[in-house]
């Protein structure tokens, strides 16, 4: 539930998961960990942030632990903390953990943490089961694996990963973005992004609207503008390329999208405080995170992540 759930606002995400049997969470930072620790979240690790001394109390009556990501960690004095530790090892990603091949540092820390040492992880860059990068990586954690303590909890499948069934000897996943609909085709989305219109108005042929006319009426076009701009996260790079829907049926996005508001093409029976779907499905088509990312060369990820916290998430 990393990034405010994905941007799906971890106050609405995680007592909706506690609800469904789901009691262990992961996040990058140590303030999002004590904010999760308010929605009701009991057991949080932190997968890439050090501890903070004093905080060591907190920690522990707030059931925070953290990812060990860095071998300097032996020489601070952060492994002496009275807390519960996971070993990131850094298989192939090379962006945080202790390397595979640092044998000996990676036996001294098991040595230092001893009992504390709650379980070893990884992340990878390639979760596909045809990569041969994955054979690779899944080789070097397991030559990890063969010298760290038994019985700690094992974890190193994202979302990409996750379905292949190749990780037999993990005992806990990070599932990330399928949690919320994507990744796997049998999954469906659960965010929904919608506007109300807030003014229509018929646009004359010939005339263009918004920065710089790019697109301009060949005949008389019923308009409609909604508040939802780039500012929100509707990304810019959507110009004249998005669809929505509404209970007429699918719109066009015209014109270029503004910082607060957007303009779409609509049949003439959409009026003000009409209902648009931006992202999400209708009765005759859908656009959703992961759609909207190949219009704007992009991930549905970072789709998901920029639409902005002001932007109000409502469970249904």
């Given at each position: 539930v990393k990034?405010?759930?994905?941007?799906?606002?971890?106050?609405?995400?995680?007592?909706?998961?506690?609800r469904?049997?789901?009691?262990?969470?992961?996040?990058?930072?140590a303030?999002d960990a004590?904010m999760?620790?308010?929605?009701?979240?009991e057991?949080?690790?932190?997968?890439?942030?050090?501890?903070?001394?004093?905080m060591c109390s907190e920690?522990?009556r707030?059931?925070?632990?953290?990812?060990?990501t860095?071998?300097k960690?032996l020489?601070?004095?952060?492994?002496?903390?009275?807390?519960k530790f996971?070993?990131?090892v850094d298989v192939?990603m090379?962006r945080?953990?202790?390397?595979?091949?640092?044998?000996?540092t990676?036996?001294?820390i098991?040595?230092?943490?001893g009992?504390?040492?709650e379980?070893?992880?990884?992340?990878?860059?390639?979760?596909?089961?045809d990569?041969?990068v994955?054979?690779?990586?899944?080789?070097?954690?397991r030559e990890?694996?063969?010298?760290?303590?038994?019985?700690?909890?094992?974890?190193?499948?994202n979302s990409?990963?996750?379905?292949?069934g190749?990780?037999?000897?993990a005992?806990?996943?990070?599932?990330g973005i399928?949690l919320?609909?994507?990744g796997?085709?049998?999954?469906?989305?659960?965010?929904?992004l919608?506007a109300?219109?807030?003014h229509?108005?018929?646009?004359?042929?010939?005339?263009?609207?918004?920065?710089?006319?790019?697109?301009r009426?060949?005949e008389?076009?019923?308009?409609?503008?909604v508040p939802v701009?780039?500012?929100?996260?509707?990304?810019?790079?959507?110009?004249n390329?998005?669809?929505a829907?509404?209970?007429?049926?699918?719109?066009?996005?015209?014109g270029?999208?503004?910082?607060?508001?957007t303009?779409?093409?609509?049949?003439k029976?959409v009026?003000?405080?009409?209902?648009?779907?931006?992202?999400g499905?209708?009765e005759?088509?859908?656009?959703?995170?992961?759609e909207m990312?190949q219009?704007?060369?992009s991930i549905?990820?970072?789709?998901?992540?920029s639409?902005?916290p002001?932007?109000?998430r409502?469970?249904?």
């Amino acid at each position: 539930v990393k990034d405010d759930a994905y941007g799906h606002d971890a106050a609405v995400v995680v007592p909706e998961l506690l609800r469904n049997g789901i009691t262990k969470f992961a996040v990058v930072y140590a303030e999002d960990a004590l904010m999760l620790s308010e929605f009701g979240a009991e057991w949080i690790l932190v997968l890439d942030d050090p501890p903070v001394s004093g905080m060591c109390s907190e920690y522990e009556r707030r059931g925070i632990r953290f990812c060990i990501t860095d071998s300097k960690w032996l020489s601070n004095g952060l492994l002496e903390l009275p807390i519960k530790f996971h070993l990131f090892v850094d298989v192939g990603m090379h962006r945080e953990g202790v390397p595979w091949y640092e044998t000996n540092t990676i036996k001294e820390i098991c040595k230092v943490v001893g009992n504390r040492l709650e379980g070893i992880c990884s992340h990878l860059s390639n979760g596909l089961s045809d990569s041969q990068v994955l054979a690779t990586q899944e080789e070097r954690f397991r030559e990890v694996l063969s010298i760290v303590p038994e019985g700690l909890m094992v974890h190193l499948s994202n979302s990409a990963s996750l379905y292949n069934g190749r990780f037999p000897y993990a005992t806990h996943f990070r599932p990330g973005i399928s949690l919320y609909g994507y990744g796997h085709p049998g999954l469906k989305p659960v965010l929904s992004l919608k506007a109300r219109v807030i003014h229509e108005h018929v646009l004359e042929p010939g005339e263009g609207l918004s920065y710089g006319w790019t697109w301009r009426a060949t005949e008389p076009t019923h308009v409609v503008t909604v508040p939802v701009g780039y500012g929100d996260g509707y990304n810019r790079k959507l110009s004249n390329k998005a669809i929505a829907g509404s209970k007429a049926g699918s719109l066009q996005q015209i014109g270029t999208v503004t910082m607060d508001f957007t303009m779409f093409k609509a049949p003439k029976n959409v009026a003000v405080g009409d209902e648009i779907v931006l992202m999400g499905e209708w009765e005759e088509g859908h656009f959703w995170a992961d759609e909207m990312a190949q219009v704007i060369g992009s991930i549905p990820y970072e789709v998901l992540t920029s639409i902005n916290p002001r932007v109000p998430r409502v469970l249904v």
